[in-house]
């Protein structure tokens, strides 16, 4: 009976050091050094290819001998450990993590900048993502409704996004299922459409009268030109 040789994925290389550490199925790092890699694989080693090889106990950890280059790993997802909202003034959310999946730019305001930010991560979480990408921070000045007294409105907005962690693996089925269960949270979300939360003050009010007031005035000119 043929003997099985263990499993992993070059997690990595350096071609002028000539060595790499190999991850083997159960998570265990293997060291191994060119010389090591069978002569047919020598040119295709490199980080995220398959390999297989035999494990060799020694004084400084584990280590691989006769590495056979097999393939190329293929991409998983997994799910983000449930916590806190990522928040990111981009797409790029952390290392080894990916946005999947973005919402429709929402915006919030409030006279407390921390509220905007809690309310625009509810949001988030109210439609089902994990993530606030491409945040835009902005100012302008509220006015109250019986005085003149003025304040400062904190506007915030942001893409709610769907964040997951790729993972290189071996394992087809593994990356099948995952890839299935993504394009199925994606669809129970597409739909959502999350309305923006302004703080109507006074000053608001006048803005969007002013803007009414010269889309009628427009609308009556070209019809008296007419």
Sequence with gaps: ?????????????????????IRGEDGQ????????VLPESKRRISSGCVVSFDEKPT???M????????????EAFEDIPEGEIIVS??????RGNRVVHKLARVCVEDRDPNAAMALLKHKAREAGCNAVVNLQRDRRTGEAWTTRYKYTIHVMSAE???????VKT???EKAEHSRRAVESEISDVSDVKLEDAPVWDAGGIKMVFNIVAFIAAAIFFVSYVR
């Design 59 to 61: 004084p400084k950890g």
């Design 1 to 21: 009976m043929e003997r099985k040789m263990p499993t992993g994925i070059v997690k990595s290389y350096s071609s002028q050091k000539s060595y790499g550490f």
């Design 89 to 94: 003034k981009s797409d790029a959310c952390g």
């Design 63 to 74: 280590a691989a001998e006769n590495v056979e280059v097999k393939g190329e790993a293929v």
């Design 170 to 172: 071996t394992d087809m």
């Design 29 to 36: 790092s293997f060291f191994f050094h060119i010389s090591q």
């Design 160 to 166: 709610p996004a769907i964040v997951k962690r790729v």
